[in-house]
């Protein structure tokens, strides 16, 4: 079976931060570049954590993209507090890192994925972890990609539970409710790994003990950011006891969508207020024989949570 390959289209925080660290664990996958957008911060400085976590890593052949610096309604982009609360000001949890001796990519984060997906076809697969609106852009500039692309996993939204900017919103489909809605109306083959998942799959300080405890530049860097992550969520969320890993659980379906049970749905996402962001059934499309969104609404969490440690901690033991 020919490997697939994925483009991670992110707003580099701590969570986006071990989506990388989790795609790049995983053999059955060859990560082709990492697109940028806004949300935990803005688009460039996404771009710059997501090389400086590259770099961590010792990936420095994978290529950054910037994407689009706000969303398609609007002119203009300020990071909510809340993000600043949960991700730190400089999106990977005031951790310090090197700045990154090489530079983003020329091309944009639009180009990339459209040409990626006439390159690849089937063999692609797209996991946007932030606002829609680099792959809202890639489908209007180019519609016959939805044809080609093998599948897109994306981590936003909420069916099953509430959201958690607002009743319905979850903050991602928040930041662009009209770029959710044309990708989720269009026919891209779609799974949604939503709050209704992400909220389940937790992380403590158990688990960062044991990277810290591995004693390397990657396992005791990513131990301090997600720290601040666990410390944030002890804070805002403290019903959970822990931290909700919501991206990395996106690249993990994406890979093996065995570990979700899902139900078929044709989405929409509403966009005027005041249930702005809320993903839920299409009533137009309701009766058609066939659904474009899988909807995650159960995670076997032992059997992702020892994958994820196992293969997150095997990386940080080599870097």
């Known amino acids: 079976m020919a490997q697939k390959k994925m483009i991670l289209d992110l707003d580099t925080g701590i969570d986006d931060a071990l ?62 507090q809340v993000s600043k609360d949960i991700h730190g000001v400089n999106g990977i949890g005031e951790v310090s890192l090197p700045t990154a001796p090489r530079a983003v990519e020329n091309k944009s984060a639009v180009d990339f994925m459209i040409e990626a997906a006439r390159q690849y076809g089937d ?9 829609m609106t680099n792959l809202a852009a890639a489908l209007a500039q180019a519609p016959e990609i939805t044809a080609l692309v093998g599948n897109v996993t994306f981590m936003g939204g909420a069916l099953t539970v509430p ?41 403590t300080k158990k688990e960062t003990q044991l990277w810290r405890d591995l004693g390397t530049k990657s396992s005791v860097a990513f131990a301090n950011i997600v720290d601040y992550y666990i410390d944030a969520y002890a804070a ?18 994406a890979l093996d969508p065995s570990l979700v049970q899902t139900i078929g749905l044709n989405m929409k996402v509403e966009t005027e207020a005041p249930f702005a962001a809320r993903t839920v059934g299409d009533v137009d499309r309701l ?3 066939t659904t474009n969104v899988q909807v995650a609404v159960n995670v076997d969490v032992p059997k992702y949570l020892q994958r994820f440690m196992h293969r997150l901690t095997a990386l940080f033991a080599h870097n």
């Open 19 to 80: 989506a990388i660290a989790y795609a790049l664990a995983s053999d059955e996958v060859d990560l082709i570049g990492i697109t940028s957008t806004y949300g935990n911060v803005v688009t460039a400085e996404a771009g710059q954590n997501s090389l400086r976590i590259l770099e961590l890593l010792g990936r420095t052949d994978i290529p950054v993209y910037l994407g689009l610096p706000h969303s398609s309604t609007t002119d203009h982009f300020d990071v909510m």
């Open 123 to 131: 063999d692609l697969i797209i996991v946007p972890t932030g606002p």
């Open 236 to 253: 805002l969320n403290p019903q959970l006891h822990g931290c909700a890993l919501h991206d990395p659980l996106a690249v993990g379906v």
């Open 287 to 289: 009766d058609l024989p």
């Open 163 to 203: 959201g958690n900017v607002t009743e319905v919103g979850e903050a991602n489909i928040n930041q662009d409710p009209a770029a959710a809605d044309q990708v989720l109306r269009s026919p891209f083959n779609l799974t949604m790994v939503g709050l209704d998942v992400t909220l389940r799959t937790l992380l």
